[in-house]
């Protein structure tokens, strides 16, 4: 018989759609299936943990609730095809479920660009908590740690790395790292205080691939420059999970298209989270994949939510260093305001007499009142009423 709700991915979008759904409809029956071999936990806590020698999972929900919601939950199951004319879901093991509604939050990996030699042994990503334990085993014996990608995450995890006692070289594509999140300015401020905690930067290098024979002994750049490191951990963004989809009528782009009620083009198919496309953009976020797995739990019972993607924004925080950054943030706005006393260093960026990105480096205490300025692109004077006294700074 067919399950009336099927869920394909355990994630925060899929545990929260099926909450959701079960608050909304006490009866239907639920499925979530979910490849990995454990309960849903906290993803967002894999970079900090790998500071521990050994970690333990971090569980999303209590011991028992799925029995207590009633909710079916078959983990270590990974759906090998969808056929969405049929509404059949087949697992790998070949056994195949009927469905009457199905939501795709089958989430995100990492991107792992074809680097020359990077099925080398020592190479890694960082997604899953199986991710995790396989970097710490592997790490126990050495020394000489090399991340790829000078983003929020990769930071994260070097300081991670750095805090179990680890030679930490951080590689980065642009000349700065947060390049992102950072202007120019603040951007070589942060490579400089990275330096001084102790991390080896190599930013505006361009990684060609790595070297070593059983294992991976050097990182290779594009000038030819060498590095000699004892492990790898590749650090440069997603791509959502959209091969599952292939030769299917499902609208995918670089995740599977959605409206604003986060349907995708085809009738009883919804998508969230990582995997989902909305207006164009994938996004990647935690918030974003919860917020989005509670509006199609709650559409596929029959509500008409809306939903729409949250401005983005990053709060880095290692050690003495915390910066926050949201909006538009560039080498190009019409006026920037600054703020410079001792280690605080704080910037907003306007476009047309509005705030449109706001960076807080030294101190992130104001975060949320200048967050709000930025997302409701405050006139100018009304930010300059603040916390801090901006000065525009000369062209
Ligand atoms: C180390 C790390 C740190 C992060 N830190 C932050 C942060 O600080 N802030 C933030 O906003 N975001 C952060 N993120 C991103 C955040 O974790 C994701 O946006 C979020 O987990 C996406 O949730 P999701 O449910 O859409 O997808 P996922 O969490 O990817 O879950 C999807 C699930 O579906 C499973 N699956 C995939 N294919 C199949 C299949 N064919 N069959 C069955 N199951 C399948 C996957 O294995 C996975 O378990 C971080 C991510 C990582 C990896």
Redesign the pocket.
């Known amino acids: 018989m067919a399950y009336n709700y099927v869920i394909?991915?355990?994630?925060?979008?899929?545990?929260?759609a099926a909450k959701e759904i079960r608050k909304k409809d006490s009866a239907g029956s639920v499925l979530l299936?979910?490849?990995?071999n454990c309960e849903?936990y906290?993803?967002?806590?894999?970079?900090h943990l790998m500071a521990e020698e050994e970690p333990e999972l971090p569980v999303l929900n209590e011991e028992g609730w799925c029995k207590e919601l009633n909710i079916e939950a078959h983990y270590d199951?990974?759906?090998?095809a969808i056929d969405f004319n049929a509404m059949t879901l087949t697992?790998?093991d070949g056994k195949t479920i009927e469905a009457e509604k199905i939501l795709l939050?089958?989430?995100?990996?990492?991107n792992l660009p074809p680097f020359e030699n990077s099925d080398l042994k020592g190479v890694f990503t960082?997604?899953?908590f199986d991710d995790?334990q396989a970097i710490g085993t592997y790490l126990d014996d050495m020394e000489r740690v090399c991340v790829i990608g000078g983003g929020?995450?990769g930071l994260?995890?070097a300081k991670s790395l750095q805090a179990r006692g680890k030679d930490v070289t951080i590689v980065h594509r642009r000349d700065y790292l947060l390049s992102n999140q950072l202007d120019e300015e603040l951007g070589r401020m942060l490579n400089e205080e990275m330096e001084a905690q102790g991390f080896n930067v190599c930013a505006g290098y361009d990684t060609k691939g790595f070297l070593g024979k059983d294992r991976v002994e050097g990182i290779e750049f594009s000038d030819g420059t060498v590095v000699d490191v004892d492990c790898i951990l590749v650090?440069i963004g997603?791509r959502a999970?959209i091969d599952?989809f292939e030769g299917t009528e499902l609208e995918v782009n670089r995740g599977v298209v959605v409206d604003r009620y986060l349907k995708t083009n085809l009738e009883n198919v919804w998508a969230?989270?990582?995997?989902?496309e909305v207006e164009g953009r994938t996004?990647?976020?935690?918030?974003?994949?919860?917020a989005?797995?509670k509006v199609a739990g709650a559409n596929m019972t029959g509500d008409e939510k809306t939903y729409e993607n949250p401005m983005a924004f990053t709060?880095l925080d290692i050690g003495d260093i915390e910066v926050f950054s949201a909006g538009k943030i560039g080498d190009d706005d019409d006026d920037v305001y600054v703020y410079d006393e001792g280690d605080e260093h704080h910037r907003l960026y306007v476009n047309d007499g509005r705030v449109e990105g706001v960076v807080l480096y030294g101190n992130t205490k104001k975060m949320g009142a200048y967050r709000k300025f930025v997302e409701k692109r405050a006139p100018i004077e009304e930010a300059l009423e603040g916390a801090y006294p901006f000065k525009l700074r000369e062209a």
């Open positions: 394909v991915g355990s994630g925060i979008a899929g545990v929260t299936i979910g490849d990995e849903p906290f993803r967002i806590k894999l970079s199951a990974r759906v090998r697992l790998e939050a089958n989430g995100s990996h990492a960082l997604r899953t995790l929020l995450l994260e995890a650090s997603v999970n599952l969230a989270g990582d995997v989902a996004m990647g976020l935690w918030s974003a994949s919860r989005m797995g709060k």
